[in-house]
């Protein structure tokens, strides 16, 4: 399968300190990764520095999405190449309400304008597929929304941006089983109705029994500790990371 | 009252017999009683309005500077008459416009000729249809509304006119009271007789794009009981002056059970001193609502006031204030309970940026016979850059313990978490702090009329244009 994200010996800082000691990895097309680690490990880092945070400096390396290097570009532009980013805390933006915020994003990474009555058949679909009441979309974006009700917002963006990759960084964590079903419900939509590649970052096996794992990757100290095929992240967490990780080393 | 439109009458503008004249008749010395009594002349006051005048002008002689608040010393006070003198007056031609009003206009999608009307030069922008339409349907249901000076020679209102007229805020309010008092000039009249509810919004932005109004002028509304209104003062394009002294005033009487929404958008060029008073008084059960957006001026003080003066009268203040670069807005609102169980609400946002100031200051006073009442006051500053500053003074004089008062400020910055979200979803930095922004000011476009809501928006987009730097 062709290669759609390549992370090329990738070092990174925060505040003058080395987060991300020389990271490379690659996503191909239609691909499923996980991505593992124990907290602290440069799970986030990496996927908020493949989204583009200014918050992350990258002192070393390089990172190429579709052959093309986006390692200087902002946010924005790699979400217009089809970039995503399933936010951990997604952010609460009082004021503007879920659904004007998601018709302004996909104008922004589609380039066109799109009705207003199809836009809105579009949202309530996803909606549904969701289980989520349609009222939420006329709330302030995240404001007042519980843990659970967050992650669904999270995952109604992907399936109504459609991106190329979408990087999920623990959207299952903190949800209860039937949250979980939905949000994994979602991603399956989104597997089966747009076909792009994932990165799953999660410490819950129960979001990746709907899926095929293509690849696991497992960090440890700002480094790729472990590689390994779909049937690892299944073993290490099932039987703790220490295993893998000294194994690697 | 005649179908005739008024409209034309406001031509007749304190400034236009001095058109001919040689400014550097006036530059050497103050406002003279010759002034005011040729200013009397011109407009054919009554004899009531030309004493009122002059004991005006004795009091602006007598009055000192106002030295709190925003400095006003770019403001050339010693020559004062320079600001209303008929250089100031629209016989500028488009060239000498500033660029950036004339990008404004370009970016709010305005008519050329009424750009120009707009920017004080050129033709009067043809809204008399309009202003016409809206007359005639308010006078159908025997509501007044009509420009100040004809109504004073109008026999049915003199008396009414007389003994409202700078009543509420008297000359010696302050400074700049008393120079309104001297030289006012155009604004609107509006009597609402008992028990008429007007559903249309009457809206001054028809009265203000004619020639000369809009710098000393006059707004005088008067509710009978239980009638109620909506007036909308102003519009959301920048007015250029070149005389940047903006010394309006305002008086509101909302009579028992009456309700009165008093929406102001005001965008004044950005070398103005808006020095304008609003004040409303209120009797038992009424109410007044005020919706204020202020995105002009160089300095601003404004602080419009509601005076409850009768038992559960009530007062609604929701305004927001945006500073950018030069400016300095000091904005607020001032609330005194003087009856028992009178209620209001203060629900401001103020946003500073690219170096801007904007000070929210407000007063609420709960007198001893205000048993009952309830007073809540809420304000929110956003700073958009390190550069930009807020304060918030409010002020809470309690004269009763049985009473209920309560105050919340928020002071914050828009957090890099938020901007990386948006930016996260394809969303530019500058359109990510915009829609922040936007959201920020929402509850206030809220109760903004839809076309205002808009302009509004768009106003905020213009602003926060090239603030990501």
């Known amino acids: 399968m062709s290669q759609l994200l390549y992370v090329q010996d990738l070092t990174v800082s925060a505040e003058d300190k080395e987060l991300l000691h020389g990271i490379t990895l690659s996503v191909g097309e239609g691909e499923t990764h996980v991505l593992m680690g124990q907290n602290g490990a440069g799970k986030s ?94 709330r302030d974006l995240n404001v007042g929304f519980s843990g659970g009700e967050k992650k669904k917002a999270e995952i109604l963006q992907l399936l109504i ?51 095929s794992v293509d690849k696991t990757h497992i960090l440890a100290d700002g480094r790729v500790a472990r590689e390994g095929d779909g049937q690892l992240a299944f ?4 039987n703790g990371f220490e295993k893998y990780i000294s194994e690697g080393k | 009252m005649s179908n005739k439109t008024q409209v034309g009458d406001i031509d007749r503008s304190l400034y236009d017999f001095r058109y001919d004249e040689d400014e550097s008749d006036f530059l050497d010395s103050g406002i003279t009683p010759e ?103 308010a006078a159908q249901s025997g509501v007044v509304y009509t420009d ?13 006119i007389k003994s409202h007229f700078m009543k509420l805020v008297p000359p010696t309010d302050h400074k700049f009271a008393a120079l309104h008092g001297a030289v006012w000039s155009g604004g609107s009249f509006v009597y609402v007789p008992k028990g008429v509810k007007l559903d249309i919004p009457l809206q001054s932005y028809f009265r203000l794009n004619a020639k000369g109004a809009g710098q000393f ?24 002056y070149e005389a940047g002294l903006h010394a309006g005033c305002v008086e509101l009487y909302v009579g028992k059970g009456a309700s009165l929404r008093y929406s102001t958008i005001e965008n004044w060029s950005k070398n103005m001193y808006n020095l304008n008073t609003k004040r409303a008084l209120v009797e038992e059960g009424g109410k007044i609502e005020w919706v204020s957006g202020s995105f002009g001026s160089h300095v601003s003080y404004l602080y419009p006031m509601s005076i409850l003066n009768g038992r559960g009268a009530s007062a609604e203040f929701t305004g927001i204030t945006f500073a950018g670069e030069g400016q300095d807005l000091d904005t607020g609102a001032k609330i005194v309970h003087n009856a028992p169980e009178t209620s209001s609400y203060m629900n401001t946002k103020s946003i500073s940026k690219s170096g801007g100031k904007s000070t929210f200051r407000s007063l609420v006073v709960i007198g001893e016979n205000a048993v009952g009442a309830k007073s809540s006051v809420n304000c929110e500053s956003l700073m958009l850059d390190r550069q930009s500053r807020s304060d ?27 901007i990386f979200y948006l930016m996260s979803r394809g969303l530019s930095e500058e359109d990510a702090r915009a829609m922040i922004v936007r959201g920020f000011a929402d509850n206030v476009s809220k109760e903004l009329p839809l076309e205002y809501a808009v302009e509004m928006n768009n106003l905020i987009k213009l602003e926060m244009h090239g603030s990501v730097g």
């Open chain 1, 235 to 238: 073993d290490v967490l099932q």
């Open chain 1, 161 to 211: 941006l459609q991106p190329k990759l979408a990087i999920l960084d623990e959207t299952d964590s903190g949800l209860d089983v039937d949250a979980v079903k939905v949000v994994s419900k979602g991603i399956e939509e989104y597997r089966r109705s747009v076909g792009g590649s994932l990165i799953i970052i999660t410490h819950n096996d129960k979001i990746l029994s709907s899926l």
């Open chain 2, 217 to 240: 002028e006059h707004t005088l509304i008067i509710l009978e009981e239980n009638s109620s209104l909506h007036f909308i003062e102003g519009c959301s394009a920048p007015k250029y």
């Open chain 1, 45 to 138: 880092t990496l996927g908020c520095t493949i989204m583009g945070s200014p918050e992350y400096a990258v002192t070393g390396g390089k990172i190429f999405f579709g052959g093309e290097d986006i390692t200087e570009l902002s946010a924005d532009k790699r979400a217009k190449l089809g970039l995503f980013l399933s936010f951990q805390n997604p952010v609460e933006i009082p004021g503007i309400t879920l659904s004007e915020f998601l018709r302004g994003a996909l104008e922004q990474v589609s380039g066109k304008r799109m009705k207003l009555w199809d836009f809105k058949k579009k949202l309530k679909a996803a909606m549904q597929v969701l289980d989520m009441d349609e009222s939420y979309a006329d």
């Open chain 2, 148 to 160: 100040l000076e004809s109504a004073m020679h109008d026999p049915k209102y003199a008396d009414i």
């Open chain 2, 35 to 137: 002034i005011i009594a040729e200013i009397s002349k011109e407009k054919n006051d009554p004899d009531w309005m030309r004493e009122f005048r002059l004991k005006s002008l004795g009091i602006y002689n007598r009055t000192p500077m106002v030295e709190w608040g925003a400095s006003i010393e770019g403001l050339d006070i010693d020559n004062i008459v320079t600001y209303i003198r008929p250089k100031s007056r629209m016989n500028t031609d488009w060239d000498s416009v500033p660029e950036d009003i004339k990008n404004t206009f370009e970016k709010l999608g305005i008519p050329q000729a009424e750009r120009e009307s707009l920017a004080g030069v050129g033709a009067q922008y043809d809204s008399e249809l309009v202003y016409h339409n809206v007359r005639e349907e």
């Open chain 2, 392 to 418: 918030t003074i409010p002020v809470i004089d309690v004269r009763t313990d049985k009473c209920d008062v309560g105050h919340e400020a928020k002071i914050g910055r828009i957090s890099d978490a938020s």
